[in-house]
């Protein structure tokens, strides 16, 4: 979980609490019949991380509230957007054959990617079957949304590996699908369910889409400049598959053309000896600084879209998670 200071103490004290209960639902919402399907599920704990879709749904709804209260649906929707991420996690590792993530082995790795993808679904059949629980249709709707939009951002990834032409508008729409619309979903359902009206939902979901957007800058930068260690996963997997990043793109589109071709020679032959020449000419560029200055732009967008919620803990606690998302090293 994002650690929050003292200045939020009451706030964290009643997330650590709400957290615990999506836990457990998540779990019991998993168990199967089958030991072999309970003994799969079980590798999922590992992928547990910062619980941030969680805590936005539950923020949103706390900030949005008459009462700065929550009602279950929120707690069963952390729950359903929880499931939604892992699952995108587990098939992400499929993916990019990442052998670590949260500094355990991956469920790929340990148990082939077949059981990992059918351990995917699993999780994805299992979150509508949870949110098919609240009455209105609504909230299911939300969800399926969000989830295609997620992959058709991986199929739009996928598409555009080893493209060196890639600019950056498509790099943004690949991102706001892949990582912004399950963060805004997030926010979106929390308000929603505090029975807030349809430009608080409006401005709740851009913030989440905002902040989302920032969130996968900023892990692409980590992927080019993180210390594994402290990242807790494979670093490099981007270089390894082809998949341009808004630093690479940058210098692609402002290096002179045989800077530009020595890296495109670079990225085509992807090993440890080429990514540490790639690291050494992002370094000496204004590449990297460039796109964490988007990423704090997005950040200030994304403050400035919830300025219209009135003063409360929770408001407090989604800025200062906005301002967490520049600054962390994981």
Not at 187 to 212: H, N, V
Request: with cysteine; hydrophobic share 40%; charged share 25%.
């Amino acid at each position: 979980m994002i650690t929050l200071g003292q200045k939020h103490e009451a706030v964290a004290r009643l997330l650590a609490v709400e957290l615990a209960e999506v836990e457990s639902r998540f779990a019991a919402e998993l168990v199967s019949d089958l030991a072999c399907v309970n003994d799969l599920a079980r590798h999922l704990e590992q992928y547990r991380g910062k619980m941030l879709r969680p805590m936005l749904v539950m923020l949103s709804g706390l900030a949005t509230s008459p009462s700065g209260e929550l009602v279950d649906e929120h707690r069963t929707l952390s729950t359903v957007v929880e499931m939604v991420h892992m699952a995108t996690l587990v098939h992400d590792d499929v993916l990019d054959d990442q052998d670590v993530r949260r500094r355990a082995t991956t469920i790929n790795r340990l148990r082939g990617n077949e059981a990992a993808v059918m351990l995917g679904d699993y999780l994805i059949s299992h979150s509508y079957h949870l949110s098919a629980s609240i009455g209105s249709q609504t909230a299911s709707r939300l969800i399926a949304d969000a989830t295609n939009t997620v992959c058709e951002g991986e199929l739009l990834q996928l598409h555009n590996r080893n493209n060196w032409s890639l600019d950056e508008q498509t790099y943004f729409d690949i991102i706001r699908r892949k990582t912004a619309a399950l963060c805004g979903v997030a926010c979106r359902l929390g308000a929603l369910y505090s029975g807030a009206d349809k430009p608080t939902c409006d401005a709740m979901t851009q913030y989440g889409e905002l902040l989302g957007n920032a969130f996968q800058i900023v892990d692409d930068v980590l992927d080019l400049t993180g210390d594994a260690a402290v990242v807790g996963k494979s670093l490099g997997k981007d270089l390894e598959k082809g998949k341009l990043t808004l630093p690479l793109i940058h210098r692609l589109e402002t290096a002179h053309p045989e800077q530009r071709q020595e890296l495109i020679d670079l990225l085509r032959t992807p090993g440890p000896e080429q990514s540490e020449r790639i690291g050494r000419i992002l370094a000496e560029s204004d590449s990297l600084p460039y796109a964490r200055r988007r990423a704090e732009h997005l950040i200030d967008q994304a403050k400035r879209a919830i300025s219209i919620l009135p003063d409360s803990p929770a408001h407090d606690t989604l800025i200062t998670i906005a301002d967490a998302v520049i600054t962390r090293e994981f």
